[in-house]
């Protein structure tokens, strides 16, 4: 009995060696059993993601399991590179929703020159800004733009009108209005102030300082551009700027302008803010459930030049 025990166990042995042999030769180290242990759970995540199951680690941890199955499954062909594809733009879509809520809050608490300044030198903040706002427009029942377009060319479409866009993004009111012709000429010409030049059709600067000359401008536009610590000199920049019978547009979030306090109307704390900048709220639109629109004109007064407002924040919750 103990010699077929000895017998089995030289057997044992014998299978053993030429294995143990054979990594020698090739010259690689011998895998520890934490190693083994290690590859076993990475093999075992990578037959989870061919099957299409999500990977558990972060973000960055599943785009290195997509490079990884790629690297290591060529044969898998255009159905690895399909998911490594949506798999990274999934990640990107969330970096780029993070840079802009990131950047969203920072220009709403600074001041317009501290944020032209900071956007003039790095001009790419700007465009990443923009990618994450394109992405909260497509995910809205209505674009303000759209609906302040609308109105301008029913009022002006018929005669000229100068239209000055405060916090224009990619100009896209400008772009629209071009659109318009009447007796073969577009009757409108518009103005598009941002922190960056993104095209031919905007001009980069601080929006309390607009290169336009005195009672030049028909209709000035604020669309969800009211951001910023000192919303007052915005206001006055448009007074100064609009003709005696010039009207003011607004479209801002509800939320800005709403509170809790029922007996509290935030609103109807800014309408009294913008008397005393020199304009008269005649039409108050609360129809959309997301954002208000006020049509304001020059009521006679001079602007307050000591007042200063700062509306709530719009801050995206971070994820």
Request: overall charge positive; hydrophobic content about 35%.
């Amino acid at each position: 009995m103990a010699k077929r025990k000895q017998a089995d166990g030289a057997k044992k042995g014998d299978s053993a060696a030429p294995k143990k042999q054979k990594r020698a030769d090739s010259g690689e180290p011998a895998w520890s059993k934490s190693k083994k242990k290690r590859m076993r759970r990475h093999k075992a995540k990578q037959k989870k993601f061919e099957l299409g199951e999500k990977p558990m680690k972060t973000d960055v941890g599943a785009v290195e399991t997509v490079q990884t199955v790629e690297q290591s499954s060529p044969s898998k062909g255009g159905a690895v590179v399909k998911k490594s594809s949506a798999l990274q733009q999934s990640f990107m879509a969330r970096l780029t929703g993070s840079r802009f809520r990131e950047l969203n809050e920072e220009l709403y608490t600074t001041t317009s020159d501290a944020a032209f300044e900071r956007f003039s030198k790095n001009p790419q903040l700007y465009e990443q800004y923009h990618d994450g706002f394109r992405h909260q427009v497509e995910q809205w029942p209505i674009n303000p733009v759209n609906v302040i377009a609308k109105w301008l060319v029913t009022n002006f479409r018929k005669q000229s009108c100068v239209v000055a866009d405060f916090g224009c993004g990619d100009a896209a009111l400008a772009q629209k209005l071009l659109e318009t012709k009447h007796k073969g000429a577009c009757p409108f010409e518009t103005h598009s102030f941002d922190l960056v030049a993104s095209s031919d059709l905007v001009t980069a600067c601080d929006m309390a300082h607009v290169p336009l000359e005195n009672k030049l401008v028909n209709v000035a536009v604020f669309c969800l551009s009211l951001m910023g610590t000192n919303l007052a000199d915005f206001l006055r920049e448009a007074h100064r700027v609009l003709k005696d019978n010039g009207v003011l547009k607004i479209a801002e979030v509800r939320s800005r302008f709403e509170s809790s306090d029922k007996k509290k109307d935030e609103l109807q704390e800014f309408v009294q803010v913008l008397d005393k900048l020199g304009f008269k709220c005649e039409k108050t639109d609360r129809s959309n459930k997301m954002f208000v629109l006020l049509e304001c004109k020059k009521n006679g007064k001079i602007p307050q030049s000591d007042l200063s407002f700062t509306a709530k924040p719009c801050i995206y919750k971070r994820r």
